[in-house]
């Protein structure tokens, strides 16, 4: 059975940090491209950062240089540091995968809707 579980949200202060966790199984963790997603009430699905098979990563303008996403192919984990955290980033956090290779520019420009494997969120709030 596939399973993504988000770990790791919260409340914060603006201009303080959090890490996200994404644990996964039941699929070749290693082999897939991997995202991180969020969502606000009443706004789309938007993407934050995107990591291929190989470790590259991908970011959205409004979080360059603010976050950053890794894996651990080992454990089969997906993380995200998010940092310099801002009111606009409150949303519900999900993370999900993509079945089948990509390349590393493939998997930077896939889109939300083209994602195979999604967790259920973890809700990030930020005050300012």
């Known amino acids: 059975v596939v399973e993504l579980v988000e770990l790791g949200g919260g409340s914060v202060q603006a201009g303080e940090s959090l890490t996200l966790s994404c644990v996964t199984r039941?699929?070749?963790?290693?082999?897939?491209?991997m995202g991180w997603f969020r969502q606000s009430p009443g706004k789309k699905r938007e993407a934050v950062a995107r990591?291929?098979?190989?470790?590259?990563?991908s970011y959205e303008d409004s979080v360059d240089g603010r976050f950053v996403i890794s894996r651990d192919n080992e454990k089969k984990i997906l993380y995200l540091k998010m940092n310099n955290l801002k009111s606009g980033d409150t949303a519900k956090y999900f993370c999900?995968?993509?079945?089948?290779?990509?390349?590393?520019?493939?998997?930077?420009?896939?889109?939300?809707?083209?994602?195979?494997?999604w967790g259920r969120g973890t809700q990030v709030t930020v005050s300012s």
């Open positions: 999900a995968a993509k079945v089948g290779y990509y390349s590393d520019s493939g998997c930077a420009g896939l889109k939300v809707e083209y994602f195979d494997w």
């Open positions: 039941g699929f070749d963790f290693y082999n897939n491209c």
């Open positions: 990591i291929s098979e190989s470790r590259v990563p």
